[in-house]
């Protein structure tokens, strides 16, 4: 893909999910764009651009263990779309991750296979998630995926 746009992932290195994300795309020869959110931050027409392009609402996207969620009463029912955008922009850990934007989309990338789904080249196999599961086997073929 060096002539299609680039790969980008918002990316929490502290996150299992989110380095095992980096380490697909990496095996499969991305060089990712990455975008430490925590360092960076968000900004509201971010926020707003990436939960649209990636079909979630706020309320979807946000973190809710391992993050200041409820302590903040951002669970509780009735809690405003502009509420948790406020959150997520003061807070920036409250974002779930890691959202990945290829030319293929954009997703919230939770379980780490969805990345499989963005990306025009499969790394080589065996892969593993995370857990351990095998997500590509040794002839790089998708372990798990539906027939289309």
């Known amino acids: 893909m060096s002539d299609a746009l680039p790969v980008v992932i918002h990316h929490n290195p502290a996150c299992g999910t989110s380095r095992n994300v980096l380490a697909i795309l990496e095996a499969a020869g991305y060089a990712p764009v990455v975008i430490s959110y ?40 009735g809690v405003t779309d502009e509420v948790l955008l406020a959150a997520m922009i003061e807070h ?45 086997d040794a002839e790089g073929r998708r372990v798990g995926e539906k027939s289309r």
């Open 92 to 136: 920036p850990v409250l974002v779930n991750r890691p959202i990945v934007c290829t030319p293929r989309g954009v997703k919230l990338c939770r379980p780490s296979e969805t990345v499989l789904d963005l990306m025009d080249r499969l790394p080589p196999g065996p892969l593993h998630k995370e857990d351990g599961a095998l997500l590509i």
């Open 38 to 77: 925590l360092e960076t931050g968000w900004t509201r027409p971010q926020l707003l651009g990436l939960f649209a392009a990636a079909g979630l609402t706020p309320r979807e996207a946000l973190r809710e263990t391992k993050s200041p969620a409820a302590e903040l009463g951002l669970l509780e029912p």
